[in-house]
């Protein structure tokens, strides 16, 4: 499934409200089989965290050491690149973590 740049230029002002947001894992996951989108890039980690707002968000983990993966760890919103989407070749960017020391 492709995503369109209009489906991309909309879903920004989700992205944008979701960046700095600070939270702690709650659960983890890694991924080593992949949807075909995104399997030249396993294995990746996906968190579920707990942001401070009390919100609940998921996604993968980015810039990390394999022991920054544990329950209670502190990570914050960043804006990264997602793909390129098939239509157009329009970069995709969306939200991950980062952990915080």
Do not use: H
């Not at 700095?20 to 890039?41: C, H, M, Q, Y």
């Amino acid at each position: 499934m492709s995503t369109s740049p209009i489906r991309l230029w909309r879903n920004q002002k989700n992205d944008r409200d979701n960046l700095n947001l600070v939270g702690k894992i709650v659960s983890w996951t890694e991924i080593f089989v992949a949807p075909k989108r995104f399997k030249d890039n396993t294995p990746y980690t996906v968190l579920l965290v707990k942001l401070q707002t009390g919100n609940f968000i998921y996604g993968q983990l980015v810039d990390f050491e394999k022991n920054d993966r544990e329950i209670g760890k502190t990570v914050k919103t960043v804006l990264r690149r997602q793909g390129v989407s098939q239509l157009e070749e329009v970069v995709e960017y969306g939200v991950k973590f980062i952990p915080l020391p």
